[in-house]
Every structure is written in structure tokens, then in C-alpha cells.
């Protein structure tokens, strides 16, 4: 629901304002390809582990994302990482083992929620590369539209064969839902993939180091949970190797 709405919103907004689909010919199929590989695999296999399976696990294992990111843009993209972006790298990581191993070992790690988290992280470095590889230069609403409706065409091909679609309309599901269409689907992918035209593909991968700890400081600022020192010190870790990431390179 969540893609097939932000698609059908894009698509809407690019017909609304003339949007012209001419700087997209020949790249129609890898922007797809991109799309369905991070709207569609990651996001799946992300929300799947969420909802079945141990949550810190899930985050513990997409800290892996940017590293693999860096690592895999050098032999088809050429994107080399000074040695202080390396060192954000690490830090990155070691911010997020920080805030989330606590809680990870508060429960089972099974061989499923590895295997979806795995599954979620190769999707969105293989989607990021392929992207950085073959969709530079697209225009932005055009091509985030054209990646949003592949996502949603893979999604509902994997809930039509594995499962029995249904749901409860309450408010808190409609203000999710709509929460998810417009302030993630919409404007967080466009803008990641905004960064993505701009930007090495390591450089901006790297802003998901900030995501656990921005997910504990919300939860202890709405839900009242508890913000541990180490939490604190782990999210200023990761927050430094984002910033040594994210600085300007060179030439």
C-alpha cells in the first residue's frame, strides 16, 4: 500500500506539472532494476525482520550497509574513500554496536533475521551501485517515480505469493501509512537518491550510521524509554564517523 500510494502520487505530480519522460529513455529498465532492488528487496526484507524477528538484530546487521557500500563502489564506480573517511567508516559502526548490541542480546538471533537483514543490505548496496553506475544525471522526480512503482510491483508480487492480504483500517495504521507514503517513500528516498546524483555512493550511505541512535533518542523523547550512557556515547560516536565521511574530498 504504502509504495503503490507514493508511486501513484509521484506519478500524479509529474503529470500535474508536465513533467517531460524524454531524459529517461534507454534508462527506463536500470532505474527499475534500481528501484526494485532498493525499494522493493531492502525495504521488504527490513520490515519483514522488524515485525517477526529480533529488531536490534535487524539494525545490528544493516550497519554493514555503508561499509559494503564503500567497499563495493571501488572496482565498478572507481569511488576511492580517503583514510579519515575509512576512519568514519569505522566509527560509524562501532557507534551503531554501541547503541544497539545491548539490546540484541536481549533476545534470539535466529538464522531467519540474519538472513533477512543480509538479504536487506545486499539489496540496498546493490540497488545504490547499480544506481550510481547507470542512472547519474536522471531527472529527479521522474526517475524516483519510475523506482517508487518498481518497488511496489515487486512487493506486491511477493505478498500475492506468500501472503493472505488483509488489513485492519484504525487510525494509527492510517497515520502509519500515510506517514511512510509522504515523509519516507516519497521524501526520504528522493532525497537519498538526490544525494546519490551528488555524491560518492560511501559518502552518503554513511548517513545510516545516524539512524539507530536517532531511533533511540525518539523513543526516549516519546515512548519514555530508557537512554542508556552507552546508547549516548555510541550515537556521538557514529555521529563523528558520519562527519568524517561526509566531508568534502578532494578533486
Known sequence: MRLLAAAALLGLAALVGRHSWAALRG?????????????????????????????AVMALLQSLGPTLIALSAVPPLGERLRSSQWLGLILGTVGVLM??????????????AIALGLSGVAGLAGGTIYFRRFCEGVPLLG?????????????????????????????????????????????????????LARGTAGRVAANFYLV?????????????????????????????G??????????
Open 99 to 112: 547503541v544497539v548490541t545491548p539490546r540484541a542480546l536481549e533476545g534470539p538471533a535466529g538464522w531467519r
Open 27 to 55: 534508462r527506463w529498465h536500470h532505474l527499475a532494476v534500481a528501484g526494485a532492488l532498493v525499494n522493493g528487496v531492502t525495504l521488504s526484507a527490513f520490515h519483514v525482520g522488524m515485525v517477526t524477528e529480533n529488531v
Open 212 to 240: 539507530p541512535g536517532t531511533v533511540a533518542v525518539a523513543a526516549w523523547a516519546l515512548l519514555g524509554e530508557r537512554l542508556t550512557p552507552l546508547a549516548v556515547l555510541g550515537f556521538a560516536i557514529a555521529s563523528t
Open 143 to 195: 526517475a524516483t517515480t519510475v523506482q517508487v512503482a518498481a518497488g511496489a510491483l515487486l512487493t506486491v508480487a511477493l505478498a500475492l505469493g506468500l501472503e493472505r492480504m488483509h488489513a485492519v483500517w484504525t487510525a494509527p495504521a492510517v497515520t502509519s501509512v500515510v506517514w511512510n507514503v509522504l515523509a519516507v517513500s516519497i521524501g526520504a528516498m528522493a532525497l537519498y537518491y538526490y544525494l
Open 242 to 251: 558520519v562527519f568524517l565521511v561526509a566531508r568534502a574530498s578532494g578533486p
